[in-house]
């Protein structure tokens, strides 16, 4: 069975069970809000649902169920390569089910008749300020192709019919995702390669024809698709998943869904970390002056760091209370790299590693003073030259919308209703917080 098939079968048998919580349920308390969750961002407010990742403090981020590895493990993978195609890993992430090799390829081949980025989208990107950061010209492009959406059409037919709703949510969700790749390639070639482009290669799957048109050799495929998949999904309550998810809410299609989340993946305190991580490595190297890092160097860039009011980059999340799996996956592939680790950029990863969770703790604010997974993905993308780290979140960002548009897939599936969660006012909580007093 195809994944358009298995996803309908996914959809009609999870239904019910959605159905029966709401008749039966729908009353039964989950938790309750704190006056410090209702002002300090929601913090594990547990009001949000979703099948696809979920996020334990301790353990890191299940895909499906399943951990990191046995993620990369249980899909086929691309012949000849060490991980699997992106295509492999959308179809588990919206049936729950590890494709066979040849359901993969079905997908593989699926996206790529839809790959074509069309030519407005190129020449919107080429009307941008060349001095536009990277991840505005990503939120464009994602944007002005909302014309080609088949949901908003289907919501205009006159025949729009909430159980079916999913289907051209699927179809846009898949139609976006093919054209990604391309997207950001153009956008690092126009920027950063001297307007010099490479056309998509048609036998490519989604992170090998990502790697050939940035113009990097192997292994910046496997690269990519391990970058992709890794940074796909963290479970709904981060700000560009639950964007997506809110701007679906109103019955958005997904392009105008995705490039909101995509505007929330822009902040530095969410996926733009990866950029200000390197940010803060070159700012460290260029004050040594040539000099070697040293773990007290370090220390003490840190907490001028912390003392300027800055945070330290890559460090830190609002659920994990543990080193990221994330981080841990990409810090064993440089170690099983040859050349990468011994690499001067990763050895001083690795000792701002040994050094800042300490200080993090010693200063007593963070309650998470690990590393997250920004903290060690520019390492691998400056060993294979991608050194331009206005980049990378555009990186991320691809790899994001795997995870957000099977979401709103789903979102679709289950007819989820607009989100409209109810504000209170200062004054009603100063009432309350007194009466609780009483
Ligand atoms: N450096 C300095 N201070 C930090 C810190 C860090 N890395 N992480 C948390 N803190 C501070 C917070 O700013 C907060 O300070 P105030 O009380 O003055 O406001 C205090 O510690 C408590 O914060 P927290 O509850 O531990 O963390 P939050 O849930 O509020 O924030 C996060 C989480 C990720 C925004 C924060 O840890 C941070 O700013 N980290 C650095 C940026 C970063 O790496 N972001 C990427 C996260 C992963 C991703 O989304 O891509």
């Known amino acids: ?90 179809y588990f992430l919206l049936t729950g089910e590890a494709p066979t090799a040849q359901q993969a390829e079905e997908v593989i081949a699926d996206f790529k008749a839809r790959s074509q980025v069309p030519q407005y989208v190129i020449d919107v990107l080429r009307a941008l300020p060349r001095d536009s950061h990277p991840m505005a010209m990503f939120s464009a492009a994602i944007v002005a192709m909302q014309r080609e959406s088949k949901f908003s059409a289907y919501y205009k037919s006159g025949k729009f019919n909430k159980m079916n709703a999913w289907e051209p949510m699927y179809e846009e969700s898949t139609d976006l995702l093919a054209k990604l790749p391309a997207i950001g390639a153009y956008i690092y070639r126009m920027k950063y390669k001297g307007d010099q482009h490479i056309p998509s290669n048609p036998d490519l799957d989604f992170g090998g024809n990502f790697a050939h048109m940035m113009g990097v050799d192997a292994p910046y495929d496997d690269v990519a698709r391990m970058y992709f998949i890794l940074h796909s999904d963290h479970e709904s309550g981060n700000v560009s998943a639950h964007t997506t998810h809110l701007v679906a809410s109103a019955l ?42 040293t773990e007290e160097l370090i220390e003490k860039a840190l907490w001028d760091t912390l003392n300027s009011g800055q945070v330290i980059p890559g460090y830190g999340h609002a659920v994990l209370r543990k080193t990221d799996p994330r981080y841990t996956s990409q810090r064993e592939f440089c170690l099983n790299t040859e050349g990468l680790k011994d690499y001067p950029l990763f050895k001083l990863v690795s000792m701002i590693y040994k050094v800042a969770p300490g200080v993090l703790t010693k200063q007593g604010k963070a309650k998470n003073p690990w590393p997250n997974v920004d903290a060690q993905s520019g390492v691998i993308q400056w060993y294979y030259g991608v050194t331009e780290y206005d980049f990378y979140t555009v990186l991320f960002g691809i790899g994001r919308a795997i995870g957000v548009l099977a979401n709103i897939t789903w979102d679709r599936a289950l007819g989820y209703p607009i989100e409209r969660p109810k504000s209170v006012t200062t004054a009603m909580l100063e009432k309350w917080a007194a009466d609780a007093q009483k």
């Open 252 to 293: 958005s299609d997904a392009y105008y869904s995705l490039s909101a989340g995509i505007n929330g993946l822009a902040g530095p305190l969410h996926g733009l970390a990866n950029e200000e991580v390197l940010r803060w490595t070159q700012g460290f190297m260029e004050k040594l002056g040539g000099a070697e890092p």
């Open 1 to 90: 069975m195809g994944l358009k098939e298995t996803l309908k079968q996914k959809i009609e048998e999870h239904r019910p069970r959605t159905a029966k919580l709401m008749k039966e349920h729908g009353d039964v308390k989950i938790g309750e809000v704190t006056i410090e969750q209702a002002i300090g961002g929601a913090r594990s407010v547990k009001c949000l649902v979703t099948d696809i990742s979920y996020l334990d403090p301790e353990e890191g981020i299940r895909f499906r169920g399943k951990t990191i590895d046995e993620t990369f493990a249980c899909l086929p993978k691309v012949p000849g390569k060490g991980y699997p195609s992106v295509e492999a890993f959308w």
